[in-house]
């Protein structure tokens, strides 16, 4: 049982370039989201799915971009990284009660932006 | 503006002892708690959670209590064991809310 896999795991981009982070989870879950961690601010999340096809921003989406056109993944897209990117982001899902259902996390990414 | 704060960046405690750390919350519609549990490299893991319907909810050597007239919570570890060494964030959601928001964390540095 895979749960939350998230890829890549360390990333180094350069200002101004693009890329994507892969999240898939092998738990039917409904719910899937974004967080960055950052020293001092805990985790914020970036955006998040509450099923196929439907996303909504989180508390710090400016700069991010997603979609969700299965159950199984949720990628988050950086069109223009800057190094205010730079961050540890956790892919999370949750079952569709998510209110009271605990998150299940990735192991992360790290994103270094220069 | 932070909705879930936690003052406390670290705590130590010395093994055997009870580890306290502390939540405050200002959003009143927040109606459930959770506390997750981080490891260096790794995502977070749930810990124990607390509807706001309770004050108190317990787990092991793990409980959380739950003063919503202060908006405040907390997580007692007893006793605690250098495995509990670790980032420790607290977390709320409210109902018919599709986010849960964290708190900054607190380190816990637990001496054998």
């Known amino acids: 049982n895979a749960g939350v896999t998230q890829t890549p795991k360390f990333q180094v981009l350069k200002t101004g370039q693009s890329m994507t982070l892969q999240c898939a989870q092998d738990?039917?879950?409904?719910?899937m989201s974004w967080y960055r961690q950052d020293p001092g601010m805990g985790l914020r999340l970036i955006h998040y799915?509450?099923?196929?096809?439907?996303?909504d921003q989180g508390e710090v989406p400016n700069g991010y971009n997603v979609s969700r056109s299965t159950t199984e993944d949720f990628p988050l897209r950086l069109l223009s990284a800057a190094p205010s990117q730079t961050s540890v982001y956790f892919c999370a899902s949750s079952i569709r009660d998510y209110h009271t259902g605990e998150l299940f996390f990735g192991e992360g990414s790290r994103l270094t932006v220069l | 503006d932070q909705q879930v704060k936690q003052n406390s960046p670290s705590l130590s405690v010395q093994e055997g002892r009870i580890s306290i750390l502390n939540c405050d919350y200002t959003?009143?519609?927040?109606?459930?708690f959770l506390w997750y549990k981080k490891y260096p490299a790794e995502g977070p893991t749930f810990l124990i959670s607390?509807?706001?319907?309770?004050d108190k909810n317990e787990d092991g050597r793990f409980t959380v209590f739950l003063n919503k007239s202060a908006k405040h919570l907390s997580l007692h570890i007893v006793p605690s064991q250098p495995g509990d060494s670790a980032v420790y964030f607290c977390?709320?959601?409210?109902?018919?809310?599709?986010?849960?928001?964290f708190g900054a964390g607190t380190r816990l540095f637990v001496k054998a």
């Open positions: 607390i509807s706001s319907i309770k």
């Open positions: 799915s509450v099923g196929a096809g439907i996303t």
């Open positions: 738990m039917n879950h409904e719910y």
């Open positions: 977390a709320a959601s409210e109902t018919g809310g599709f986010k849960t928001i």
């Open positions: 959003n009143s519609m927040f109606d459930y």
